[in-house]
């Protein structure tokens, strides 16, 4: 019989793969993780916590305008680099605690690039005795790479632009920026940047942002974040990026030219598979560049597993942390799981944010036939009763009008990521709309009207 150096060897230690790595190690085998950077991951290290951090920071100065109409008297100032610096201490904390982590679970951590020799061979470059390449072999392997912003390389001057990664360390606020992108990050960046002060352009080439998202969510969302003050730019894209004396001029499809100082792209994220040896180790990827895997998380490999973005399924913290629990069920506890990727919930931080579960209406519409009911309501939260704020809360919900099932919940505005939360569960078990109905309300709150809604919606109440 081949004896290994592990059981389990795990490349990446984002939330999927220490997740996985932790699992597999405290149920007693020999696990060892490879991670390149810092331990944590895109969501830890750069993406979603210091994202949100970003955005609670950014929203205080909504916060403020609000307060002014409650009585309030603010002078209010921001200071980026000490922001910067407090975020990234706790950044490093958390980090730290998954380093810890995965040290009490009996993980052995390597900090390296890992590149695959064959199937079952790792080699870590400069991390061997005497600083040559350490070379060890795994019985089974898990690939949680992750991914990585993507650019249009071929556009000129892209050398210019930025990406989320850099936004998080930019060593002062500009006065200007301009992001391209109309999906998660563009819109979330748009609304970071537009609260702190820094005059933002959001341009996107599509008809609206959000793409995939409910109509009404993006035609909402579009016209909230106008009243937030960023200009936003449809169905145009860049021709070039031009470094001038004063700025970066963007020059656009449609003729215009606008100078910034910095410009972001947020258009999209890649796999991130280069420079593995996946070839070598028999593993396969698909049309667009993700690792394939089955419904179990199994690379064309026999021994060897992904999870995560670096499959491109559902490229959200929580999923992979699921397909890294299935994953550990499948192999190592006899118990094959395919995670379910059904009215899986989510949040867009932007300001107001989106809470959506489930089907848009477009979605469901194709899905049964046109049999479905849909239930909208748009008001002001009673918080800007008397701000001055005109802005407005959207609320959705898609039923199947064949059972009654509730099967999308869409939601725009203050405290929408926490609503929608609570309202996946009541989608994922399949309540009907006379469950939710049956459900008394907690008043006064914005989350009432997700119970009391009574009227179908119509070509005529779709007043938008
Ligand atoms: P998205 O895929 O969401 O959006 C990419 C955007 O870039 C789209 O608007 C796309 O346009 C546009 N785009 C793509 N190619 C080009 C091009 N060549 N020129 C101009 N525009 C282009 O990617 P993000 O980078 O925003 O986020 C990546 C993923 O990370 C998300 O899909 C999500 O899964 C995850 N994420 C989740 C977050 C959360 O849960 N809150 C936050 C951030 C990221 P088009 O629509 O026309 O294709």
């Given amino acids: 019989m081949t004896t290994y150096d592990y059981d389990l060897f795990v490349i990446g230690a984002g939330s999927g793969g220490v997740r996985a790595a932790r699992l597999t190690a405290l149920g007693g085998k020999r696990v060892a993780v490879a991670e390149e950077h810092r331990v944590g991951g ?9 994202k949100k951090f970003m955005v609670m920071a950014s929203d205080f100065a909504h916060a403020f305008e609000i307060a002014e109409g409650y ?65 060890v ?19 000129p001057g892209i050398e210019h632009a930025i990406t989320s990664e850099e936004a998080f360390h930019l060593p002062a606020l500009p006065k200007r920026i301009l992001i391209a992108g109309g999906g998660y990050i563009a819109v979330e960046f748009a609304g970071i940047f537009a609260g702190l002060g820094v005059e933002t352009t959001l341009i996107y080439r599509g008809p609206n942002i959000l793409r995939g998202f409910d109509d009404d969510v993006r035609a909402h969302l579009a016209g909230e974040i106008e009243k937030r003050g960023i200009k936003v730019i449809l169905g145009c894209q860049h021709t070039e990026i031009r470094q001038t004396e004063s700025g970066l001029l963007n020059v656009l499809e449609n003729g215009m030219e606008l100078e910034t100082d910095v410009v972001m792209f947020a258009t999209g994220r890649t796999p991130h598979v280069k420079g593995l040896g996946l070839e070598a180790a028999g593993v396969e990827l698909d049309d667009d560049g993700a690792i394939k895997v089955d419904d179990l998380s199994r690379t064309t490999a026999e021994n060897i597993w992904a999870i995560g973005d670096v499959t491109d399924r559902m490229n959200l913290t929580p999923v992979a942390i699921r397909e890294a629990v299935a994953f550990h069920e499948t192999v190592y506890r006899d118990n094959p799981q395919a995670f379910d990727y059904e009215a899986v919930a989510t949040a867009v931080f932007s300001q107001p944010p989106v809470g959506v579960v489930g089907l848009s209406e477009n979605e469901a ?3 049964f036939e046109g049999a479905v009911d849909v239930y909208v309501t748009r008001f002001r939260p009673m918080k800007y009763a008397f701000t001055g704020s005109d802005e407005r809360m959207l609320m959705k919900l898609v039923v ?65």
């Fill in 365 to 367: 519409r194709r899905a």
């Fill in 400 to 464: 199947h009008a064949g059972t009654d099932r509730v099967v999308g919940v869409h939601i725009v505005g203050p405290e929408a990521p926490e609503m929608i939360q609570l309202a996946a569960i009541a989608v994922k078990a399949g309540l009907t709309k006379a469950q939710w109905d049956a459900t008394c309300a907690v008043h006064p709150t914005m989350a009432e009207e997700l119970v009391t809604l009574k009227v179908k919606q119509t070509a005529e109440t779709n007043a938008g």
């Fill in 42 to 50: 895109t969501c830890v290290i750069r993406g979603c916590v210091p």
């Fill in 71 to 135: 009585g309030w008297t603010i002078d209010a100032r921001f200071d980026w680099p000490k922001f910067i610096e407090t975020k990234d201490v706790e950044i490093a904390r958390l980090s730290g605690i998954y380093v810890a982590n995965l040290g009490k679970a009996g993980v052995e951590l390597i900090h390296g690039r890992a590149v695959l020799k064959d199937a079952h061979t790792v080699v870590i470059a400069g991390k061997g005795e005497d600083g040559g390449d350490l070379t």
């Fill in 137 to 155: 072999t795994a019985e089974k392997i898990l690939i949680a790479t992750g991914g990585r912003p993507w650019m249009p390389e071929s556009l």
